[in-house]
């Protein structure tokens, strides 16, 4: 990376990265293509590793070689051992108490990968905090490229371009834009920008929604492409890649802790997002996130295959209910958001209603309904269980009409308010 030395970084103590890195949580998949919207961002996914514990000593050799400055050498060295004593290398695929294979072999060069992956993605994400607090003094932002042999196609296209701080094609496409991305960004103050040979651009215009591959074969889900002005050719981060890694940590890291409580029995999801979503801070950062999201998604009709989580079933719920769920966590789908006739403030503070309602209602095809009053504004949200997987239906705020047909509802939890 042109005038970054990565290897005298990570002899020092960059707070804001360590805190970033710190910040992640796991996530366990069977495939590196199972990473969600925010797991480079604030989530931290090893595929073919499914034990926790193991997942416990990559991050925290991770975390070691971020505060020590170790090499990579080292880095391999301190690990290594640790996973082949735990037979995750050298022995290849493993066979569940079903018969089921899962995981698969280790081997140096992915160690290479996730080594260089979340050193770049805690770099980048520290670098953005400080370039955005002197946001003020250098305004502009010039993508900036390896350019040699080994820079993709793509990611050389980029290179040089200047774009506002606050341009939109930063929320995508600040680095690193997939694994082994080498790009970086370099602050430009009024001066620099009145000598740079391509000048301030906008994205305005150029930003599209395409279909990207994902997950399971076949599989596509919405991101945003950039599209080039003069040839066309459209550009997007790698599967994975396309959330800045520092823009949201706070908030894509409620997303990653309620993604992994979807893999865990329901209890552990539901105590889980009590713990977190219980905090002020992180409920807050949360609620806006989803709130951007939805209001992204209200707008642009080939979101509406997209989804996010909004929640948990708590744990006095779960108790509640006749039947045993096998998922914990409430997924908000786009469609729902597309179909509101408008975002009003009850849809965009649902984390707020599913975290604390006052009382949970169960209608007749088994729907929950949560209802909420904070300062004489009383809403009201329904959950499908349909399948045992929670999905948010709808949102709207009670009249005296509709509260009145939700009190003959039975009570799962809670109670009115007098």
């Known amino acids: 990376m042109p005038g970054i030395n990565l290897g005298y970084a990570m002899t020092l103590p960059p707070k804001k990265a360590i805190a970033y890195f710190e910040s992640k949580g796991y996530h366990i998949a069977f495939d590196t293509t199972a990473m969600e919207d925010a797991a480079h961002a604030t989530g931290f996914t090893v595929s073919g590793i499914l034990k926790q514990d193991v997942l416990a000593d990559i991050n925290g050799a ?11 050498a080292q880095f391999k060295d301190n690990l290594q051992p640790v996973l082949a004593r735990k037979g995750w290398i050298g022995g290849g695929l493993k066979a569940d108490e079903d018969g089921v294979l899962e995981g698969r072999q280790l081997l140096p060069y992915r160690l290479d990968t996730i080594f260089r992956t979340n050193m770049q993605s805690a770099y980048m994400a520290g670098r953005y905090q400080r370039m955005m607090d002197n946001a003020q003094s250098r305004p502009y932002w010039e993508y900036d490229a390896v350019m040699d042999n080994r820079t993709r196609p793509a990611h050389a296209a980029m290179n040089g371009r200047v774009y506002r701080c606050d341009d939109p094609i930063w929320d995508t496409f600040f680095p690193p834009n997939g694994y082994n991305c080498r790009c970086s960004v370099r602050a430009l103050n009024a001066r620099d920008l009145s000598r740079h040979p391509i000048g301030l651009e906008s994205s305005e215009g150029r930003l599209v929604t395409v279909r990207q591959p994902y997950g399971m074969k076949g599989q596509t889900r919405p991101v945003t492409a950039y599209k080039d002005p003069k040839t066309g050719q459209l550009f997007t981060p790698d599967a994975g890649f396309h959330l800045n890694a520092g823009k949201g940590y706070m908030g894509n890291l409620g997303q990653q802790m309620l993604r992994k409580g979807a893999t865990v029995p329901p209890r552990i999801a539901s105590q889980a997002a009590q713990a977190a979503l219980g905090q002020p801070l992180m409920l807050t950062a949360f609620t806006a996130d989803l709130a951007n999201w939805m209001q992204q998604v ?121």
């Open 62 to 72: 991770l975390g070691d070689a971020l505060k020590n400055g170790q090499t990579l």
């Open 298 to 418: 209200h707008g642009d009709p080939a979101l509406r295959g997209d989804w996010r989580y909004a929640g948990a079933l708590s744990t006095a719920v779960l108790d509640a209910l006749p039947e045993e769920l096998p998922n914990a966590v409430v997924t908000l789908p786009g469609s729902a958001v597309r179909d509101a006739a408008m975002l009003t403030p009850d849809w965009l503070q649902l984390p707020t209603l599913l975290a604390s309602p006052d009382v949970v209602l169960r209608e007749p095809d088994g729907s929950l309904v949560y209802v909420i009053d904070q300062g004489g504004a009383p809403r009201a949200a329904r959950v499908a269980l349909s399948g045992g997987q929670p999905t948010l239906q709808s949102s709207w705020s009670l009249t005296p009409g509709d509260d009145a047909d939700l009190k003959h509802l039975p009570i799962v939890t809670g109670g009115w308010r007098e």
